[in-house]
């Protein structure tokens, strides 16, 4: 992602009631800062929330925390999102995901990742966002209901995650290698994939589930 730098970033992030800042104080008590028992859904990688905050919008019955690392990028997803709504089922973290377990108990019931940075390199695949690395981290944050869904531009990531969503245990509930004309309903899009989109590049889609 081009990164601009938001000149008042800090500003902005001290002065959103929806950025959580202290996130290790919530861990195990995200039920109560939503006063409900709702399910809980994050994305990591929110990148300016036009996805999370869609999401938000169309299910109030669902809480929704996004989860971004850059704090130019936050201040302009709070920005975003503050000047349209009044939400009271979404939260913001500025948190690497490497950092996502000092965020979450087993509180978690859906992750999704979109457009990731596919790290092409082997000697960074542990970073891919569905390495073998972050699927255990992500193990230590899910309820027993636990889902990944998936979507990316690009196909050699979305065929590693494939495996190593496989060999962790999901199974696959709906694959697609063209989203935007297959029967998959009720898409949200993000900015990237409206980008994508623009460009006629197809999108790749996983919806990924284990239950043990
Ligand atoms: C390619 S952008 C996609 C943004 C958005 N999801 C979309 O589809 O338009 C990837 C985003 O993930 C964020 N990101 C990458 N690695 C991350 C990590 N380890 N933790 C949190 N955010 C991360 C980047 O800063 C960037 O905003």
Known sequence: MRLRNVKNKEEIMKNSSLLIVDYPSKKNHWNEEFNNNN?????????????????????????????????????????????????????????????????????????????????????????RLTSNTFLKKYDNIFKSNKEIFIKTDNIELFEYSLVTLSNNGYVFNKVSLD?????????????????????????????????V
């Open 39 to 127: 399910p809980i859904y994050i994305e990591i990688g929110m990148g300016k929330g036009d996805f999370i905050l869609g999401n938000a919008l169309t299910y109030p019955d669902i809480n929704f925390i996004g989860i971004e690392k850059y704090d130019s990028i936050v201040a302009m997803a709070i920005e975003k999102i503050e000047k349209n709504n009044d939400i009271s089922n979404l939260r913001l973290l500025r948190m690497d995901a490497k950092d996502i377990e000092n965020a979450f108990g087993k509180e978690v019931e859906r992750i999704y990742l979109n457009f990731s940075d596919p790290w092409p390199k082997k000697r960074h695949s542990e970073r």
């Open 179 to 211: 989203l935007h004309n297959s029967d998959i309903q009720n898409n949200i899009m993000t900015e990237y994939e409206r980008k994508f989109t623009e460009k006629n590049i197809k999108i790749n889609y996983l919806e990924a589930n284990k239950n």
